[in-house]
């Protein structure tokens, strides 16, 4: 099936970003742009809508959580489905995380079907 939705991916590290887009691809979600932080990814958002948007929390320069909030701050953005992926399992870290108002996240290693359950949940609300 090939799914018609504009994702950013968001992500520091290139093998990761690498991993992402081909796990997308071969789920099929074609539109796919790659971003290596938060400040880089802000201005892709200046550049086309996006549908999705999925983003590491560790990352240089603007973390996944500054860049959440760079986003709220915007009405056109805010309304993005936002999904956090994190190798971060403490209990005080996902608190964090929710209370700066993030909903949706996977734990790294992130799997392929885990990945697809959460972006149909959060992209289509659980049907597609």
């Known amino acids: 099936m090939n799914y018609d939705i504009n994702i950013l991916i968001v992500e520091d590290l290139l093998t990761t970003r690498l991993f992402l887009r081909r796990t997308l691809k071969k789920l099929g979600y074609t539109n796919v742009v790659l971003s290596a932080d938060g400040e880089i990814a802000l201005e892709e958002l ?52 929710v209370q700066a108002g993030i909903k949706e996240y996977l734990v790294k290693p992130v799997k392929p079907e885990n990945l697809s359950d959460k972006i149909k949940e959060v992209v289509f609300g659980g049907a597609a």
């Open 46 to 97: 200046g550049r086309k809508p996006f549908d999705l948007i999925i983003s590491d929390w560790h990352m240089p320069n603007m973390d996944g959580l500054d860049f959440y909030k760079e986003l709220s701050k915007n009405q056109k953005w805010s309304e993005i489905p936002f999904l956090l992926i994190t190798a971060e399992k403490e209990r005080g870290k996902v608190v964090e995380a």
